[in-house]
Protein backbone atom coordinates (compact mmCIF):
# COMPACT_ATOMS: atom_id res chain seq x y z
CA UNK A 1 0.00 0.00 0.00
CA UNK A 2 1.23 3.32 -0.56
CA UNK A 3 1.43 6.15 1.67
CA UNK A 4 1.93 9.70 0.94
CA UNK A 5 3.06 12.28 2.90
CA UNK A 6 2.21 15.89 2.32
CA UNK A 7 5.43 17.79 3.16
CA UNK A 8 5.27 21.77 3.54
CA UNK A 9 8.32 23.51 1.61
CA UNK A 10 9.14 26.10 3.94
CA UNK A 11 9.98 23.46 6.73
CA UNK A 12 12.85 21.71 4.62
CA UNK A 13 15.65 23.47 6.51
CA UNK A 14 13.50 23.64 10.10
CA UNK A 15 15.62 22.40 13.65
CA UNK A 16 15.00 18.99 14.16
CA UNK A 17 11.50 18.43 16.44
CA UNK A 18 7.92 16.70 15.87
CA UNK A 19 5.36 16.93 12.47
CA UNK A 20 1.92 18.39 13.49
CA UNK A 21 -0.37 18.12 11.19
CA UNK A 22 -3.80 15.84 10.02
CA UNK A 23 -3.83 12.02 8.91
CA UNK A 24 -6.52 11.36 6.58
CA UNK A 25 -7.68 7.59 7.17
CA UNK A 26 -9.33 6.88 3.90
CA UNK A 27 -6.46 8.08 1.68
CA UNK A 28 -4.04 6.77 3.60
CA UNK A 29 -2.12 10.16 3.32
CA UNK A 30 -0.55 12.65 6.35
CA UNK A 31 -0.94 16.25 5.34
CA UNK A 32 2.18 18.19 7.71
CA UNK A 33 1.55 21.71 8.25
CA UNK A 34 4.25 22.96 11.17
CA UNK A 35 6.95 21.45 12.72
CA UNK A 36 7.53 22.01 16.69
CA UNK A 37 10.52 22.48 18.37
CA UNK A 38 12.63 21.40 21.21
CA UNK A 39 12.60 21.64 24.27
CA UNK A 40 8.34 21.21 24.52
CA UNK A 41 6.70 19.59 27.40
CA UNK A 42 4.45 17.10 25.96
CA UNK A 43 1.55 18.07 28.07
CA UNK A 44 1.49 21.20 26.58
CA UNK A 45 1.88 20.11 22.99
CA UNK A 46 -1.48 18.01 23.41
CA UNK A 47 -3.54 20.76 25.54
CA UNK A 48 -2.17 23.21 22.66
CA UNK A 49 -3.51 20.78 19.99
CA UNK A 50 -6.32 20.12 21.73
CA UNK A 51 -7.25 24.20 21.37
CA UNK A 52 -6.30 24.50 17.95
CA UNK A 53 -8.65 21.03 17.19
CA UNK A 54 -11.51 22.59 19.24
CA UNK A 55 -11.44 26.30 17.45
CA UNK A 56 -10.60 24.83 13.59
CA UNK A 57 -12.82 21.82 13.87
CA UNK A 58 -9.90 19.79 12.03
CA UNK A 59 -8.08 16.45 14.16
CA UNK A 60 -4.78 18.00 14.39
CA UNK A 61 -2.31 15.78 16.06
CA UNK A 62 1.58 14.34 16.29
CA UNK A 63 2.30 12.53 13.46
CA UNK A 64 5.71 11.95 13.71
CA UNK A 65 9.17 13.18 14.17
CA UNK A 66 11.86 15.44 11.71
CA UNK A 67 15.22 15.29 12.33
CA UNK A 68 17.60 17.74 10.06
CA UNK A 69 21.07 17.13 11.33
CA UNK A 70 23.95 18.97 9.54
CA UNK A 71 26.53 16.73 11.07
CA UNK A 72 26.58 13.58 11.93
CA UNK A 73 23.42 11.58 12.74
CA UNK A 74 23.65 11.52 16.35
CA UNK A 75 22.12 8.02 17.89
CA UNK A 76 20.98 9.33 20.90
CA UNK A 77 18.64 12.12 18.68
CA UNK A 78 17.49 9.21 16.72
CA UNK A 79 16.44 6.91 19.78
CA UNK A 80 14.46 10.14 21.25
CA UNK A 81 12.40 10.87 18.58
CA UNK A 82 11.86 7.30 18.29
CA UNK A 83 11.20 7.16 21.71
CA UNK A 84 8.24 9.94 21.39
CA UNK A 85 6.59 8.09 19.66
CA UNK A 86 5.50 6.17 22.60
CA UNK A 87 4.42 9.94 24.38
CA UNK A 88 1.96 10.74 21.73
CA UNK A 89 1.08 7.56 20.46
CA UNK A 90 0.12 7.87 16.91
CA UNK A 91 -0.01 5.09 14.37
CA UNK A 92 1.67 4.90 11.94
CA UNK A 93 4.65 6.63 13.09
CA UNK A 94 6.49 8.63 10.90
CA UNK A 95 9.82 9.44 10.93
CA UNK A 96 11.66 12.17 8.05
CA UNK A 97 15.40 13.15 8.58
CA UNK A 98 17.70 15.02 6.07
CA UNK A 99 21.49 14.02 6.98
CA UNK A 100 23.69 17.23 5.91
CA UNK A 101 23.62 18.34 2.75
CA UNK A 102 22.31 15.22 1.27
CA UNK A 103 19.54 15.93 -1.31
CA UNK A 104 17.61 12.58 -0.48
CA UNK A 105 15.70 12.17 2.78
CA UNK A 106 15.05 9.29 4.37
CA UNK A 107 11.41 8.04 5.65
CA UNK A 108 10.23 4.97 7.70
CA UNK A 109 7.30 4.42 9.01
CA UNK A 110 6.89 2.67 13.06
CA UNK A 111 3.98 -0.05 13.83
CA UNK A 112 4.27 -0.57 17.17
CA UNK A 113 1.00 -1.67 18.15
CA UNK A 114 0.67 -3.89 14.73
CA UNK A 115 1.25 -7.33 14.94
CA UNK A 116 2.18 -7.88 11.71
CA UNK A 117 3.75 -4.17 10.05
CA UNK A 118 3.34 -4.08 6.36
CA UNK A 119 6.08 -2.40 4.11
CA UNK A 120 4.74 0.67 2.64
CA UNK A 121 5.87 2.55 -0.24
CA UNK A 122 6.20 6.15 0.96
CA UNK A 123 5.84 9.18 -1.74
CA UNK A 124 7.34 12.29 -0.16
CA UNK A 125 5.18 15.69 -1.94
CA UNK A 126 6.70 18.87 -1.43
CA UNK A 127 3.76 21.71 -1.47
CA UNK A 128 3.88 24.98 -1.16
CA UNK A 129 2.13 25.74 2.36
CA UNK A 130 1.21 29.58 1.48
CA UNK A 131 -0.27 28.98 -1.81
CA UNK A 132 -2.28 26.07 -1.20
CA UNK A 133 -4.05 27.64 2.21
CA UNK A 134 -4.66 31.12 0.24
CA UNK A 135 -6.17 28.98 -2.89
CA UNK A 136 -9.43 28.29 -3.40
CA UNK A 137 -9.93 24.34 -5.33
CA UNK A 138 -12.61 24.74 -7.82
CA UNK A 139 -14.91 21.85 -8.77
CA UNK A 140 -14.99 20.60 -12.73
CA UNK A 141 -17.54 22.82 -14.34
CA UNK A 142 -18.51 20.19 -16.68
CA UNK A 143 -19.60 17.87 -14.35
CA UNK A 144 -21.50 16.03 -16.93
CA UNK A 145 -18.33 15.32 -18.44
CA UNK A 146 -16.12 14.48 -15.46
CA UNK A 147 -16.18 10.59 -14.74
CA UNK A 148 -16.18 8.91 -11.58
CA UNK A 149 -12.41 8.86 -11.13
CA UNK A 150 -11.86 12.46 -11.66
CA UNK A 151 -14.94 12.84 -8.88
CA UNK A 152 -12.79 11.00 -6.26
CA UNK A 153 -9.51 12.75 -7.24
CA UNK A 154 -11.07 16.36 -6.67
CA UNK A 155 -12.62 15.06 -3.41
CA UNK A 156 -9.02 14.00 -2.32
CA UNK A 157 -7.32 17.49 -3.30
CA UNK A 158 -10.06 19.26 -1.70
CA UNK A 159 -9.42 17.30 1.96
CA UNK A 160 -5.81 18.40 1.17
CA UNK A 161 -6.74 21.77 0.35
CA UNK A 162 -9.29 22.53 3.01
CA UNK A 163 -7.12 20.41 5.74
CA UNK A 164 -4.29 23.61 4.97
CA UNK A 165 -7.10 26.80 4.51
CA UNK A 166 -8.49 26.10 8.16
CA UNK A 167 -5.59 26.10 10.22
CA UNK A 168 -5.36 29.80 9.85
CA UNK A 169 -5.08 29.15 13.77
CA UNK A 170 -1.89 27.28 14.01
CA UNK A 171 -0.03 29.41 11.88
CA UNK A 172 -0.57 32.08 14.35
CA UNK A 173 2.39 31.03 16.41
CA UNK A 174 5.85 30.70 15.31
CA UNK A 175 9.30 29.96 16.54
CA UNK A 176 9.74 33.76 17.58
CA UNK A 177 6.86 33.72 20.02
CA UNK A 178 7.87 33.75 23.91
CA UNK A 179 5.40 31.09 24.76
CA UNK A 180 6.50 27.62 24.92
CA UNK A 181 5.54 26.45 21.68
CA UNK A 182 7.27 27.07 18.87
CA UNK A 183 6.38 26.09 15.25
CA UNK A 184 7.77 26.35 11.88
CA UNK A 185 5.54 27.36 8.89
CA UNK A 186 4.94 29.49 5.94
CA UNK A 187 4.71 32.52 8.23
CA UNK A 188 7.72 31.48 10.61
CA UNK A 189 9.86 34.71 9.12
CA UNK A 190 7.53 36.73 10.05
CA UNK A 191 3.58 37.19 10.24
CA UNK A 192 2.45 39.10 6.69
CA UNK A 193 0.63 42.48 7.93
CA UNK A 194 0.50 45.75 6.92
CA UNK A 195 -0.18 48.97 9.43
CA UNK A 196 -1.80 50.34 6.16
CA UNK A 197 -4.09 47.87 5.63
CA UNK A 198 -4.96 47.59 9.40
CA UNK A 199 -5.89 51.53 8.96
CA UNK A 200 -8.10 50.86 6.11
CA UNK A 201 -10.14 48.43 7.80
CA UNK A 202 -10.46 50.04 10.97
CA UNK A 203 -11.67 53.45 8.78
CA UNK A 204 -14.00 51.54 6.57
CA UNK A 205 -16.17 51.03 9.77
CA UNK A 206 -18.06 54.33 10.34
CA UNK A 207 -17.59 55.15 6.22
CA UNK A 208 -19.53 51.92 5.56
CA UNK A 209 -21.69 52.96 8.22
CA UNK A 210 -22.74 55.97 6.60
CA UNK A 211 -22.93 54.87 3.02
CA UNK A 212 -25.19 51.80 4.29
CA UNK A 213 -27.76 55.05 6.22
CA UNK A 214 -27.36 57.04 2.57
CA UNK A 215 -28.43 54.28 0.59
CA UNK A 216 -31.11 53.04 2.95
CA UNK A 217 -32.35 56.80 2.36
CA UNK A 218 -32.20 56.49 -0.97
CA UNK A 219 -34.08 53.04 -1.04
CA UNK A 220 -36.48 54.21 0.87
CA UNK A 221 -37.01 57.27 -1.90
CA UNK A 222 -37.11 54.94 -4.35
CA UNK A 223 -39.72 52.74 -2.83
CA UNK A 224 -42.14 55.54 -2.13
CA UNK A 225 -45.43 55.39 -3.25
CA UNK A 226 -44.76 58.75 -5.55
CA UNK A 227 -42.97 57.03 -8.09
CA UNK A 228 -45.05 54.42 -8.48
CA UNK A 229 -48.00 57.03 -9.99
CA UNK A 230 -48.13 57.08 -13.77
CA UNK A 231 -46.20 58.70 -16.00
CA UNK A 232 -42.74 58.90 -12.93
CA UNK A 233 -43.73 54.95 -12.76
CA UNK A 234 -43.58 54.28 -16.86
CA UNK A 235 -40.50 56.23 -16.91
CA UNK A 236 -38.65 54.42 -14.25
CA UNK A 237 -39.73 50.77 -15.87
CA UNK A 238 -38.68 51.95 -19.37
CA UNK A 239 -35.71 54.14 -19.44
CA UNK A 240 -32.27 51.84 -19.15
CA UNK A 241 -30.36 54.95 -17.28
CA UNK A 242 -33.22 54.46 -14.21
CA UNK A 243 -32.41 50.53 -14.45
CA UNK A 244 -28.82 51.09 -14.40
CA UNK A 245 -29.14 53.23 -11.20
CA UNK A 246 -30.92 51.23 -9.43
CA UNK A 247 -28.90 47.64 -10.66
CA UNK A 248 -25.93 49.99 -9.31
CA UNK A 249 -27.80 50.90 -5.91
CA UNK A 250 -28.21 47.50 -5.37
CA UNK A 251 -24.57 46.92 -5.82
CA UNK A 252 -23.30 49.56 -3.13
CA UNK A 253 -25.76 47.34 -1.09
CA UNK A 254 -24.00 44.83 -1.18
CA UNK A 255 -20.65 46.35 -0.61
CA UNK A 256 -21.67 47.94 2.01
CA UNK A 257 -23.34 44.97 4.17
CA UNK A 258 -21.69 44.56 7.71
CA UNK A 259 -23.12 40.60 6.83
CA UNK A 260 -20.11 38.51 6.64
CA UNK A 261 -19.42 36.14 3.60
CA UNK A 262 -20.36 32.91 4.10
CA UNK A 263 -18.41 31.45 1.75
CA UNK A 264 -15.60 31.80 -1.06
CA UNK A 265 -18.33 32.92 -3.76
CA UNK A 266 -19.66 35.14 -1.93
CA UNK A 267 -16.04 36.71 -1.14
CA UNK A 268 -15.62 36.92 -4.54
CA UNK A 269 -18.55 38.72 -5.66
CA UNK A 270 -18.54 41.35 -3.27
CA UNK A 271 -14.82 41.93 -4.42
CA UNK A 272 -15.56 41.77 -8.21
CA UNK A 273 -18.71 44.06 -7.24
CA UNK A 274 -16.40 46.36 -5.68
CA UNK A 275 -13.47 46.53 -8.04
CA UNK A 276 -16.19 47.01 -11.14
CA UNK A 277 -17.45 49.91 -9.36
CA UNK A 278 -14.62 51.85 -9.15
CA UNK A 279 -13.09 50.71 -12.63
CA UNK A 280 -16.78 52.27 -13.77
CA UNK A 281 -16.40 55.61 -12.06
CA UNK A 282 -12.69 55.71 -12.93
CA UNK A 283 -14.11 55.48 -16.84
CA UNK A 284 -16.72 58.24 -16.44
CA UNK A 285 -14.69 60.51 -14.42
CA UNK A 286 -12.00 60.10 -17.65
CA UNK A 287 -14.91 60.33 -19.98
CA UNK A 288 -15.88 63.58 -18.08
CA UNK A 289 -12.81 65.17 -18.10
CA UNK A 290 -12.55 64.45 -21.79
CA UNK A 291 -16.15 66.09 -22.69
CA UNK A 292 -15.31 69.00 -20.42
CA UNK A 293 -12.11 69.92 -21.83
CA UNK A 294 -11.67 72.34 -25.17
CA UNK A 295 -15.54 73.10 -24.46
CA UNK A 296 -16.37 69.84 -26.27
CA UNK A 297 -19.79 70.23 -24.75
CA UNK A 298 -20.50 73.18 -27.02
CA UNK A 299 -19.21 72.12 -30.01
CA UNK A 300 -21.29 68.61 -29.54
CA UNK A 301 -24.21 70.68 -29.08
CA UNK A 302 -24.12 72.52 -31.85
CA UNK A 303 -23.22 69.68 -34.20
CA UNK A 304 -26.64 68.19 -32.71
CA UNK A 305 -28.99 70.51 -34.76
CA UNK A 306 -27.15 70.24 -38.47
CA UNK A 307 -27.06 66.22 -37.57
CA UNK A 308 -31.28 66.24 -37.00
CA UNK A 309 -32.07 68.65 -39.77
CA UNK A 310 -29.71 66.09 -42.15
CA UNK A 311 -31.79 63.12 -40.91
CA UNK A 312 -34.89 64.70 -41.72
CA UNK A 313 -33.87 65.97 -45.00
CA UNK A 314 -32.92 62.25 -45.82
CA UNK A 315 -36.50 60.81 -44.28
CA UNK A 316 -37.97 64.00 -46.35
CA UNK A 317 -36.34 62.26 -49.90
CA UNK A 318 -37.03 58.79 -48.63
CA UNK A 319 -40.69 59.46 -48.33
CA UNK A 320 -40.92 61.49 -51.54
CA UNK A 321 -39.16 58.72 -53.19
CA UNK A 322 -41.94 56.36 -51.48
CA UNK A 323 -44.86 58.74 -53.13
CA UNK A 324 -43.56 58.18 -56.45
CA UNK A 325 -42.57 54.70 -58.34
CA UNK A 326 -40.18 53.18 -55.65
CA UNK A 327 -38.00 50.48 -57.55
CA UNK A 328 -40.22 50.70 -60.41
CA UNK A 329 -43.39 49.15 -58.43
CA UNK A 330 -47.13 50.09 -59.26
CA UNK A 331 -48.62 51.66 -56.03
CA UNK A 332 -51.74 52.77 -54.90
CA UNK A 333 -51.69 56.00 -55.47
CA UNK A 334 -54.35 56.97 -53.42
CA UNK A 335 -52.95 55.54 -50.27
CA UNK A 336 -49.41 56.07 -51.05
CA UNK A 337 -50.21 60.04 -51.23
CA UNK A 338 -52.17 60.11 -47.80
CA UNK A 339 -49.31 57.97 -46.19
CA UNK A 340 -46.45 60.21 -47.67
CA UNK A 341 -48.09 63.47 -46.19
CA UNK A 342 -49.06 61.70 -43.03
CA UNK A 343 -45.43 60.92 -42.46
CA UNK A 344 -43.80 64.11 -43.85
CA UNK A 345 -45.82 66.16 -41.47
CA UNK A 346 -44.95 63.86 -38.80
CA UNK A 347 -40.75 64.86 -39.61
CA UNK A 348 -42.31 68.75 -39.75
CA UNK A 349 -43.47 68.21 -36.07
CA UNK A 350 -40.37 66.72 -34.82
CA UNK A 351 -38.07 69.52 -36.75
CA UNK A 352 -39.89 71.94 -34.92
CA UNK A 353 -39.60 70.64 -31.43
CA UNK A 354 -35.84 70.47 -32.41
CA UNK A 355 -35.47 73.54 -33.35
CA UNK A 356 -37.66 75.31 -30.18
CA UNK A 357 -35.29 72.86 -27.93
CA UNK A 358 -31.99 74.59 -29.01
CA UNK A 359 -31.61 77.08 -26.66
CA UNK A 360 -31.50 74.45 -24.11
CA UNK A 361 -29.83 71.40 -25.90
CA UNK A 362 -26.14 72.63 -23.93
CA UNK A 363 -27.41 73.43 -21.21
CA UNK A 364 -29.14 69.58 -21.05
CA UNK A 365 -26.09 67.80 -22.72
CA UNK A 366 -23.56 70.52 -19.75
CA UNK A 367 -26.01 68.73 -17.17
CA UNK A 368 -25.86 64.97 -18.65
CA UNK A 369 -22.19 65.16 -18.62
CA UNK A 370 -21.59 65.81 -15.01
CA UNK A 371 -23.71 62.32 -14.61
CA UNK A 372 -20.64 60.43 -16.20
CA UNK A 373 -19.43 60.73 -12.66
CA UNK A 374 -22.00 58.15 -11.51
CA UNK A 375 -20.02 55.53 -13.99
CA UNK A 376 -19.09 54.91 -17.58
CA UNK A 377 -22.04 52.41 -17.77
CA UNK A 378 -24.62 55.34 -16.24
CA UNK A 379 -23.39 57.65 -18.76
CA UNK A 380 -24.11 54.88 -21.70
CA UNK A 381 -27.18 54.39 -20.48
CA UNK A 382 -28.10 58.14 -20.94
CA UNK A 383 -26.75 58.14 -24.67
CA UNK A 384 -29.35 55.19 -25.40
CA UNK A 385 -31.61 56.94 -23.85
CA UNK A 386 -31.23 60.08 -25.50
CA UNK A 387 -30.95 58.13 -29.11
CA UNK A 388 -34.28 56.84 -27.99
CA UNK A 389 -35.96 60.68 -27.77
CA UNK A 390 -34.08 62.05 -30.41
CA UNK A 391 -35.11 59.08 -32.89
CA UNK A 392 -39.10 59.13 -31.48
CA UNK A 393 -40.51 59.97 -35.11
CA UNK A 394 -38.69 57.10 -36.48
CA UNK A 395 -40.31 54.83 -33.92
CA UNK A 396 -44.01 56.63 -34.94
CA UNK A 397 -43.52 56.05 -38.50
CA UNK A 398 -42.52 52.35 -37.28
CA UNK A 399 -45.45 52.07 -35.20
CA UNK A 400 -47.63 53.64 -37.44
CA UNK A 401 -46.60 51.48 -40.20
CA UNK A 402 -46.39 47.95 -37.71
CA UNK A 403 -50.34 48.98 -36.80
CA UNK A 404 -51.40 49.19 -40.48
CA UNK A 405 -49.38 46.26 -42.08
CA UNK A 406 -50.63 44.04 -39.20
CA UNK A 407 -54.09 45.11 -39.01
CA UNK A 408 -54.55 43.93 -42.85
CA UNK A 409 -52.35 40.70 -42.23
CA UNK A 410 -54.93 39.87 -39.56
CA UNK A 411 -57.60 40.62 -41.70
CA UNK A 412 -56.66 38.74 -44.63
CA UNK A 413 -55.98 35.85 -42.38
CA UNK A 414 -59.87 36.22 -41.06
CA UNK A 415 -61.56 36.41 -44.51
CA UNK A 416 -59.33 33.42 -45.90
CA UNK A 417 -60.95 31.70 -43.29
CA UNK A 418 -64.14 32.91 -44.01
CA UNK A 419 -63.82 31.41 -47.74
CA UNK A 420 -62.65 27.73 -46.33
CA UNK A 421 -65.81 27.95 -44.19
CA UNK A 422 -64.13 28.63 -40.57
CA UNK A 423 -64.08 30.75 -37.92
CA UNK A 424 -61.63 31.68 -35.29
CA UNK A 425 -63.20 30.51 -31.93
CA UNK A 426 -61.84 32.99 -28.97
CA UNK A 427 -63.35 30.67 -25.91
CA UNK A 428 -61.84 27.63 -27.11
CA UNK A 429 -58.82 29.19 -28.90
CA UNK A 430 -59.14 27.02 -31.71
CA UNK A 431 -60.83 27.47 -35.13
CA UNK A 432 -64.02 25.82 -35.70
CA UNK A 433 -66.10 25.09 -38.65
CA UNK A 434 -68.94 27.78 -40.11
CA UNK A 435 -71.76 28.03 -42.22
CA UNK A 436 -72.09 31.65 -43.62
CA UNK A 437 -74.63 32.72 -46.37
CA UNK A 438 -74.27 34.26 -49.50
CA UNK A 439 -74.04 38.00 -48.71
CA UNK A 440 -71.59 37.42 -45.82
CA UNK A 441 -69.39 35.88 -48.77
CA UNK A 442 -70.23 38.37 -50.77
CA UNK A 443 -68.67 41.10 -48.48
CA UNK A 444 -65.95 39.48 -47.35
CA UNK A 445 -65.18 38.76 -50.84
CA UNK A 446 -65.17 42.77 -52.08
CA UNK A 447 -63.03 43.01 -48.70
CA UNK A 448 -60.09 40.17 -49.38
CA UNK A 449 -60.17 42.04 -52.31
CA UNK A 450 -59.13 45.23 -51.60
CA UNK A 451 -56.80 44.53 -48.63
CA UNK A 452 -55.23 42.45 -50.76
CA UNK A 453 -54.94 45.38 -53.15
CA UNK A 454 -53.36 47.58 -50.68
CA UNK A 455 -51.39 45.72 -49.36
CA UNK A 456 -48.23 46.03 -51.22
CA UNK A 457 -48.24 49.49 -50.51
CA UNK A 458 -48.93 48.99 -46.69
CA UNK A 459 -46.17 46.37 -46.60
CA UNK A 460 -43.66 48.99 -48.49
CA UNK A 461 -44.07 51.24 -45.57
CA UNK A 462 -43.74 49.21 -42.67
CA UNK A 463 -40.38 47.49 -44.56
CA UNK A 464 -39.01 51.54 -44.81
CA UNK A 465 -39.75 52.11 -41.76
CA UNK A 466 -39.31 48.76 -39.83
CA UNK A 467 -35.36 49.13 -41.11
CA UNK A 468 -34.90 52.12 -40.07
CA UNK A 469 -36.37 51.24 -36.96
CA UNK A 470 -33.84 47.85 -36.24
CA UNK A 471 -31.10 50.47 -37.21
CA UNK A 472 -31.59 51.90 -33.98
CA UNK A 473 -32.18 49.30 -32.02
CA UNK A 474 -28.98 47.86 -33.27
CA UNK A 475 -27.45 50.68 -32.00
CA UNK A 476 -28.99 50.85 -28.60
CA UNK A 477 -27.75 46.90 -28.50
CA UNK A 478 -24.42 47.67 -28.92
CA UNK A 479 -24.27 50.24 -26.18
CA UNK A 480 -26.20 47.58 -24.00
CA UNK A 481 -23.86 45.02 -24.85
CA UNK A 482 -21.05 47.52 -23.51
CA UNK A 483 -22.62 47.89 -20.48
CA UNK A 484 -23.33 44.61 -19.48
CA UNK A 485 -20.27 43.47 -20.14
CA UNK A 486 -19.05 46.33 -17.85
CA UNK A 487 -21.31 44.89 -15.31
CA UNK A 488 -21.01 41.48 -15.61
CA UNK A 489 -17.54 41.13 -16.08
CA UNK A 490 -15.28 39.76 -12.98
CA UNK A 491 -12.37 42.00 -13.27
CA UNK A 492 -11.68 41.29 -9.63
CA UNK A 493 -11.12 37.24 -10.60
CA UNK A 494 -9.03 38.29 -13.71
CA UNK A 495 -6.84 40.75 -12.26
CA UNK A 496 -6.30 37.96 -9.65
CA UNK A 497 -5.63 35.38 -12.20
CA UNK A 498 -3.73 37.38 -13.95
CA UNK A 499 -1.54 38.69 -10.58
CA UNK A 500 -1.50 35.35 -8.37
CA UNK A 501 -2.96 32.80 -10.54
CA UNK A 502 -2.45 29.90 -7.76
CA UNK A 503 -5.27 31.65 -6.07
CA UNK A 504 -8.20 30.03 -8.17
CA UNK A 505 -6.75 26.25 -8.25
CA UNK A 506 -8.38 24.49 -11.15
CA UNK A 507 -6.17 21.16 -10.22
CA UNK A 508 -2.54 19.81 -9.10
CA UNK A 509 0.35 18.99 -11.34
CA UNK A 510 3.11 16.98 -9.90
CA UNK A 511 7.12 16.83 -11.14
CA UNK A 512 9.23 14.06 -9.55
CA UNK A 513 12.20 15.57 -7.72
CA UNK A 514 13.82 12.53 -7.36
CA UNK A 515 13.90 9.09 -6.95
CA UNK A 516 16.60 6.27 -6.22
CA UNK A 517 16.03 2.34 -4.91
CA UNK A 518 15.73 2.22 -1.54
CA UNK A 519 14.67 6.21 -0.57
CA UNK A 520 10.82 7.80 -0.87
CA UNK A 521 10.12 8.83 -4.57
CA UNK A 522 10.14 12.90 -4.11
CA UNK A 523 7.97 14.74 -5.69
CA UNK A 524 6.61 18.57 -6.05
CA UNK A 525 3.06 19.36 -6.49
CA UNK A 526 1.98 22.48 -8.32
CA UNK A 527 -1.12 24.60 -8.48
CA UNK A 528 -2.26 24.33 -12.19
CA UNK A 529 -5.12 27.96 -12.38
CA UNK A 530 -8.28 28.44 -14.14
CA UNK A 531 -8.47 29.17 -17.76
CA UNK A 532 -9.55 32.93 -18.26
CA UNK A 533 -12.71 31.51 -19.90
CA UNK A 534 -13.17 29.62 -16.79
CA UNK A 535 -13.10 32.71 -14.56
CA UNK A 536 -15.30 34.53 -16.61
CA UNK A 537 -17.99 31.93 -16.47
CA UNK A 538 -17.56 30.84 -12.75
CA UNK A 539 -17.61 34.46 -11.10
CA UNK A 540 -19.69 36.62 -13.61
CA UNK A 541 -21.80 38.47 -12.32
CA UNK A 542 -25.45 39.10 -12.88
CA UNK A 543 -27.09 41.95 -14.78
CA UNK A 544 -30.29 43.40 -15.84
CA UNK A 545 -30.30 42.82 -19.59
CA UNK A 546 -32.30 45.25 -21.43
CA UNK A 547 -33.06 43.32 -24.55
CA UNK A 548 -35.97 41.29 -25.46
CA UNK A 549 -34.75 37.12 -25.13
CA UNK A 550 -37.25 36.08 -28.61
CA UNK A 551 -35.45 33.25 -30.40
CA UNK A 552 -34.48 34.16 -34.35
CA UNK A 553 -37.31 32.30 -35.11
CA UNK A 554 -39.81 34.44 -33.01
CA UNK A 555 -38.14 37.60 -33.98
CA UNK A 556 -39.02 36.88 -37.67
CA UNK A 557 -42.48 35.48 -36.62
CA UNK A 558 -42.91 39.26 -35.57
CA UNK A 559 -41.59 40.85 -38.25
CA UNK A 560 -43.55 39.29 -40.85
CA UNK A 561 -47.22 39.63 -38.88
CA UNK A 562 -46.58 43.39 -37.88
CA UNK A 563 -46.33 42.59 -34.15
CA UNK A 564 -44.47 45.42 -32.37
CA UNK A 565 -40.41 44.88 -30.73
CA UNK A 566 -39.61 46.74 -27.98
CA UNK A 567 -36.09 46.65 -26.92
CA UNK A 568 -37.18 47.58 -23.43
CA UNK A 569 -39.52 44.38 -23.21
CA UNK A 570 -38.35 41.53 -20.73
CA UNK A 571 -35.87 42.95 -18.26
CA UNK A 572 -35.40 40.57 -15.80
CA UNK A 573 -32.41 39.47 -14.06
CA UNK A 574 -30.04 37.22 -15.83
CA UNK A 575 -27.67 34.99 -13.96
Same mark, same amino acid.
Given at each position: $???????????????????? +???????????? %???????????????????????????????????????????????????????????????????????????????????????????????????? $????????????????????? /?????????????????? $?????????????????????????????????????????????????????????????????????????????????????????????????????????????????????????????????????????????????????? %?????????????????????????????????? %???????????????????????????????????????????????? !?????????????????????????????????????????????????? !?????????????? %????????? +????????????????????????????? /??????????????????????????????????????????????????????????????????????
Amino acid at each position: $MVLKVFFPSCCSSAESGILI +GRWISEQNSAVV %LAVLHFPFIPVQVKQYLSEVQRVTKVSISVLGSWSNSKQEKEESLSEFLEDLGTIFSHEPWIQISKEGDSKFWSCSILQKHSSSPKEEEIILVYYDQRKV $MLSHLHPPLDTAASNDHEAKD /ASKLSAIFDTVAKSTVLF $MTDRYDDGPIKLTHWQSDGVEASIIVELLKQASVPACMLLTFLLSLISGICRSRVLKFWPLSFLWSKLSTCEQLGHRLQHLQVISSNKKAQNQAQLMRKANIFVSLIIDVALGILLMSWLYRKNRIGHLAEAVIPVADHVAEELQDLLQW %LMGAPAGLKMNRALDQVLGRFFLYHIHLWISYIH %LMSPFIEMILWYVGLSACLGLTVALCILSDVIALLTFHIYCFYVYGAR !LYCLKIYGLSSLWRLFRGKKWNVLRQRVDSCSYDLDQLFIGTLLFTILLF !LLPTTALYYLVFTL %LRLLVVIVQ +GLIHLLVDLIDSLPLYSIILRLCRSYRLA /AGVKFRVLEQQDGKPLRLLMQINPLSYGSVIQTYRLPTYSCYPKDSWTSLCKKLFLGELIYPWKHKEKQD
